[in-house]
Nanobody, 115 residues
Framework: QVQLVESGGGLVQPGGSLRLSCSAS????????MSWFRQTSGRERTLVARITSHDSTYYTDSVKGRFTISRDNVKNTVYLQMNSLKPEDTAEYFCKVFRLDGDYWGQGTQVTVSS
């Protein structure tokens, strides 16, 4: 059974840092690109960052230079290091994998940036 479980969210002050983790089970992440999305209330999920199986990365413009996506295929986990957090980064963050049998999402982890 394919499962993705996010963790690491929480409340942080502006300028602070968090590291999100996405732990996968039921499959190996190594051949797949992995992505982080985020969603605020009433809006669609938007892509934040993606990492390919060859470790090529993509970031949406608003997080470039502040967020870093990485993967550990041995631990079957994907990370999102978030630095210099801003209030506009407040959202629920989701991990996603696209496989030939469809998209799989985690349950999300809430990140709140506020003083």
């Amino acid at each position: 059974q394919v499962q993705l479980v996010e963790s690491g969210g929480g409340l942080v002050q502006p300028g602070g840092s968090l590291r999100l983790s996405c732990s996968a089970s039921g499959f190996s992440i190594s051949p797949y690109p992995m992505s982080w999305f985020r969603q605020t209330s009433g809006r669609e999920r938007t892509l934040v960052a993606r990492i390919t199986s060859h470790d090529s990365t993509y970031y949406t413009d608003s997080v470039k230079g502040r967020f870093t996506i990485s993967r550990d295929n041995v631990k079957n986990t994907v990370y999102l290091q978030m630095n210099s957090l801003k209030p506009e980064d407040t959202a629920e963050y989701f991990c996603k994998v696209f496989r030939l049998d469809g998209d799989y999402w985690g349950q999300g982890t809430q990140v709140t940036v506020s003083s």
